[in-house]
């Protein structure tokens, strides 16, 4: 399910209805926890957060939800939500950077509870996850009580973490790569997304495709801002085609497929938010100063 819906929109957005939240990710309304967990684990009804985020100001513009094929699996499943602060004076333009909230769920066992910052740019909704220093997120395991309470305390520390994850589209537009340095996040984005436990990379595409862009204002753009754009929808988006050889030595073309699965997507999304940071770093700039 694609986690950019029409009431992601930043002109006439609107937070997900109850109902179109139950169409898309059923899972989210689960009070009780999977068969298949023991009496010691404590279900939390994302449901629940959600209607004491509302009461917050914050709104659901984006779900969804993991598949399965065990029967009966589905409405406790791992979730992802998208969430703004709805703000009605808030003005956005194309080209804009905002700071949204992601909470993923799931009461089947499949995954604690994780609120976490997301950086959005409007115009082509790339999404990431902002991993800053050791507070990027808060973690609720399914036990103990005031677990919503907790929950809804956690998000504004996360909106405050958020604020510092809004300082790279500024500051890192402002550093400048040689090609080599883009090369070299380029490899290391290589690495992230086909390498082994090891680290060991068994596939054609090259560091030079996934600096590959798909937007005319990052081609024309040679700054540490625009390389992570770039590392960042190729990595996720998937779409590279290369060439391989079997064990036959039979040509095979390939193409690389998006990234579906949640827990993926934030691995990489995060990796890469601290590759392009220690990259500024490297070149002097930390915005977490």
Same mark, same amino acid.
């Given at each position: %399910?694609?986690?950019?819906?029409?009431? =992601?929109?930043?002109?006439?957005?609107?937070?997900?209805? *109850?109902?179109?939240?139950?169409?898309?990710?059923?899972?989210?309304?689960?009070?009780?926890?999977? *068969?298949?967990?023991?009496?010691?684990?404590?279900?939390?009804?994302?449901?629940?957060? @959600?209607?004491?985020?509302?009461?917050?100001?914050? #709104?659901?513009?984006?779900?969804?939800?993991?598949?399965?094929?065990?029967? #009966?699996?589905?409405?406790?499943?791992?979730? $992802?939500?998208?969430?703004?602060? %709805?703000?009605?004076?808030?003005?956005?333009?194309?080209? +804009?950077?905002?700071?949204?909230? !992601?909470?993923?769920?799931?009461? +089947?066992?499949?995954?604690?509870?994780?609120? &976490?910052?997301? $950086? &959005?740019?409007?115009?082509?909704?790339?999404?990431?996850?902002?991993?800053?220093?050791?507070? +990027?997120?808060?973690?609720?395991?399914?036990?103990?009580?005031? @677990?919503?309470?907790?929950?809804?305390? #956690?998000?504004?520390?996360?909106?405050?973490? =958020?604020?510092?994850?809004?300082?790279?589209?500024?500051?890192?537009?402002?550093?400048?790569?040689?090609?080599?340095?883009?090369?070299?996040?380029?490899?290391?984005?290589?690495?992230?997304?086909?390498?082994?436990?090891?680290?060991?990379?068994?596939?054609? @595409?090259? =560091?030079?495709?996934? $600096?590959?862009?798909? /937007?005319? *204002?990052?081609?024309?753009?040679?700054?540490?801002?625009?390389? &992570?754009?770039?590392?960042?929808?190729?990595?996720?988006?998937? #779409?590279?085609?290369?060439?391989?050889?079997?064990?036959?030595? /039979?040509?095979?073309?390939?193409?690389?497929?998006?990234?579906?699965?949640?827990?993926?997507?934030?691995?990489?999304?995060?990796?890469?938010?601290?590759?392009?940071?220690?990259?500024?770093? !490297?070149?002097?700039?930390?915005? =977490?100063?």
């Amino acid at each position: %399910m694609n986690m950019y819906s029409q009431t =992601a929109r930043f002109d006439t957005g609107r937070a997900l209805t *109850e109902d179109e939240l139950f169409k898309i990710a059923p899972s989210i309304f689960a009070t009780t926890a999977h *068969e298949s967990r023991s009496e010691r684990f404590a279900p939390i009804p994302t449901i629940e957060v @959600i209607r004491g985020l509302a009461r917050e100001g914050f #709104g659901v513009v984006g779900a969804k939800q993991s598949l399965t094929r065990v029967a #009966g699996k589905a409405d406790f499943t791992k979730h $992802l939500l998208r969430i703004r602060k %709805m703000d009605s004076d808030a003005s956005y333009a194309v080209g +804009d950077t905002v700071a949204e909230m !992601l909470l993923k769920n799931a009461n +089947d066992g499949t995954s604690v509870y994780d609120l &976490f910052a997301g $950086l &959005f740019r409007i115009a082509c909704l790339n999404s990431m996850v902002a991993a800053i220093g050791n507070i +990027d997120s808060v973690k609720v395991r399914h036990t103990g009580k005031n @677990i919503v309470d907790n929950v809804i305390e #956690g998000t504004f520390r996360v909106v405050e973490n =958020a604020k510092l994850a809004l300082a790279a589209p500024a500051q890192w537009s402002q550093v400048k790569l040689e090609r080599e340095e883009a090369l070299a996040m380029a490899e290391a984005a290589r690495v992230i997304r086909f390498g082994d436990a090891e680290g060991k990379v068994d596939s054609p @595409i090259t =560091a030079g495709q996934m $600096l590959t862009a798909h /937007r005319r *204002e990052d081609a024309e753009r040679n700054n540490l801002w625009a390389c &992570f754009n770039v590392l960042q929808e190729n990595t996720i988006r998937g #779409g590279m085609s290369g060439v391989r050889y079997d064990a036959n030595n /039979r040509r095979r073309r390939m193409t690389t497929r998006a990234i579906q699965g949640i827990d993926q997507d934030v691995k990489l999304n995060r990796a890469l938010w601290t590759l392009s940071h220690e990259m500024a770093k !490297l070149k002097g700039v930390d915005i =977490a100063a």
